[in-house]
């Protein structure tokens, strides 16, 4: 399942590493994109909801800022044919806050796609959002809620005082919505991070304990937990590197690559997909920029395909495939990942996408 102040992220690592990491890729076969059709990932979100340290995408700048619809729909064939894609996870801090997310869900929903909401729980108490529950669950949005842990004080430390009730009272709404409750088809998953710079534990295990602790504590049911490896970049890497330790937990996630878990990364079968219509890998390459390049589909570097909804967006003449330069998802089967250092975070241990 699957982006933290730029200071010093990625120039405190060797560079050495990142051509090791796609060395291994290019001998696995697996730096290519799968033949499954790609899913798109849309970070929608606009607002910087809450102060916290992130472990994964933070949100957009906090302007109204969203990818052109209606390019998006004549570009992908979003609307004509379903098998272009069939997952769009809307990404953020708190995507629901976006004035155009209801309208995506909805419409995603009505296509037949299978629309996930990475929720971080406290969104849904927020004033104005009374009905977000009651709108999920209408349009069967899968839920991927961020819970760090089953306890307050770690929860609270994490994200500051007070968010671990707010977040049990958002998953007690929705289990009353049928979300996590076997044979309603309401998804409920929860995602755990690390507080600090080291691996998850074994997913299987920690599920267990999340699955007794919520319940005989709360009475809360889910269907899934994921296990996400706390990614060095941005406001984690400002984190540890404050605190001298970014180059060890470089090490840790280095010194525990397994290759095994390339197969299964998010970025051989997903799209993430900017606010402008930009392409890229996955959401930790869109919050480094690290654009697909435009060669990569014989294009030119510098110069559009066509006048059009790219004219709307000049940076786009210039940096990176859009979705405007694209015909269908399949145009980008079989093409190379962009890896960089902080894909060890993806590789180490049992994997985490």
């Not at 290519?32 to 102060?51: A, I, M, Q």
């Not at 992908?76 to 155009?100: K, V």
């Not at 959401?283 to 920029?289: G, P, S, V, Y």
């Not at 510098?302 to 399949?330: F, N, R």
Request: aromatic share 8%.
């Amino acid at each position: 399942m699957s982006s933290l102040l730029s200071a010093p992220c990625l120039h405190v690592f060797p560079r050495r590493l990142a051509p090791v990491i796609g060395a291994v890729f290019r001998s696995s076969s697996s730096q290519k994109r799968s033949v499954d059709l790609p899913d798109f990932n849309t970070d929608v979100d606009v607002h910087t909801h809450r102060l916290k340290r992130p472990e994964r995408p933070p949100p957009s700048p906090a302007r109204h800022r969203w990818v052109g619809l209606e390019g998006l729909r004549e570009r992908t064939e979003l609307q004509s044919s379903p098998m272009i894609f069939s997952l769009l996870p809307l990404l953020g801090g708190a995507p629901e806050l976006n004035p155009q997310f209801r309208y995506l869900a909805a419409g995603g929903s009505a296509l037949g796609k299978k629309v996930l909401d990475r929720c971080n729980l406290t969104v849904l108490l927020e004033p104005g959002q009374e009905d977000l529950p009651d709108f999920l669950t209408q349009h069967r949005v899968s839920v991927v809620a961020s819970l760090p842990c089953y306890s307050a004080k770690n929860v609270n430390m994490q994200r500051g005082k007070g968010v671990f009730d707010k977040s049990i009272q958002a998953l007690l709404l929705l289990n009353q919505r049928g979300y996590g409750k076997p044979g309603t088809g309401l998804e409920l998953d929860l995602v755990y991070n690390p507080l600090g710079g080291f691996l998850p534990p074994p997913q299987h295990e920690l599920e267990d304990k999340y699955r007794q602790e919520l319940w005989d504590t709360f009475g809360i049911e889910f269907n899934k937990l994921y296990t996400v490896t706390n990614m060095p970049i941005k406001r984690f890497a400002d984190f540890l590197y404050r605190r001298n330790e970014l180059q060890d937990y470089m090490n840790l996630l280095v010194g525990n690559f397994n290759p095994m878990s390339v197969k299964g990364l998010m970025c051989r079968n997903l799209l993430s997909v900017n606010w402008d219509g930009r392409l890229y890998d996955c959401d930790f390459n869109q919050q480094l920029d690290l654009t697909i390049p435009r060669t990569r589909l014989g294009l030119s570097a510098k110069k559009p395909t066509k006048e059009g909804p790219s004219a709307m967006h000049p940076d786009l003449k210039t940096k990176g495939l859009s979705v405007y330069d694209i015909t269908s998802t399949d145009d980008l089967l079989g093409s190379r990942v962009v890896t960089d250092n902080h894909c060890y975070g993806c590789t180490a241990g049992m994997g985490s996408s």
